[in-house]
């Protein structure tokens, strides 16, 4: 009798268990260098000028000592250029702005400067306000180098303005959440356009926009419709327009 001889055992492929399977992780799109770059700038620059920042506070420096930081300030944490981004004393049609600010060699905002302590009130908004009407300019800076306000003009008549953001340097919200908000002002987020982004998203939030969706055509039909649904209630369209805006506040409409 012939020995038994070891042969391999052939498998067919449906035997085989499917090895399993790790789940996809989806992928985290990567943050461009510009961006990067902008922020660690801003992190760093945002520490540095806290300090000296309160000593300026404590101080009660003049006007024109402000503005020397807020020259560093946009230089070395927000990026711009002393000599070809940066213009003193801008003229405008009537006045002169503190700063006009450009990219690319484009004016995009002017900046008003008061005292370290004054607190930024309607009446400093009005005079940048005029700034940028004099220059068709659609963003407007103010600060007293701890609180940042930028705000939007809109040159449409008649002109409107209304505020973008603000940041307190000096204030106790975390670093990164400032960082977020500056980026935008930075050289780089102006070229980008993050701060159209970001006044986008404001406008669209706004109380006066949401209220515009809720008084809408679609929106108080949809409304009258599931009313009756829940509660067999006949309204009218007019009725349920007047219901919605009673409970709109009177400065959303």
Known sequence: MDEPTDQPIAIEPAAVAAAPTAPAVPSVPKMPKWESDARDRLKFGIKKFSKPLADFIARDVNEADTRFLVTDFLCEALGYDKFSDLTAEFATKTEFA??????DKQLSALIEVKRVTTKLVEKHLRQVEQYGADSAVEWLMLTNAAVW????LDGSLPLTVALVFEVDLLGPEPPSKKVDRLLAITREGMKHKVIDEVWKAKRATSPKAIARVLTSEAVVTAVRKELRRETDYSATDEEILG????TLRPDCQ
């Open 149 to 152: 306000q930028v705000y939007h």
């Open 98 to 103: 503190d700063y006009g600010l450009r990219v």
């Open 243 to 246: 219901l919605v805006k009673a």
